[in-house]
């Protein structure tokens, strides 16, 4: 009879090892709607750090982006981004360089789709400090 029990967890074992290997293998194998992010998606960008405003512009196209900014002491740099793409909600990590001996910054943020061509976002900057984003998608 132990023999028996053991037999049946192995089993359910190796069914629960096999639908888990399915479904991760379907999700990254699956392909997304890249189509739609071909055509670039630009934003503006408006923000603030020790009292200076801070301006930005950006694009992005395939889960990646630019935004070129200038912040306090009239430093400018060009920040590349790495987005996520879920449904309605699109986080991001990026890394920039900056002049005026600023350096290097990192940034992060979310965006967010308002309607089906506009979206919002926020996102902090160490170098431009906080920010709110409005942008369009063709």
Known sequence: ??????ENN?????????LITSIGMWALFTPSQASAQLIPQPW???GGKDGDVTYAVGA???????ELGTGPDGATGVDVLKFISL???????GVGL????????VSG???VSATNNVFVGAGYNS???????LGIRF
């Open 98 to 105: 900056y002049s005026e001996d600023k350096g290097v910054a």
């Open 109 to 111: 943020g979310v965006q």
């Open 87 to 93: 449904p309605v909600i699109s986080p991001y990590v």
């Open 10 to 18: 192995v089993k359910i074992t190796f069914i629960a090892k096999t």
């Open 1 to 6: 009879m132990h023999q028996l029990v053991e």
């Open 60 to 66: 992005r196209a395939l889960n990646f982006g630019v």
């Open 44 to 46: 503006v960008s408006v």
């Open 127 to 133: 170098i431009r400090g906080f920010n709110g984003q």
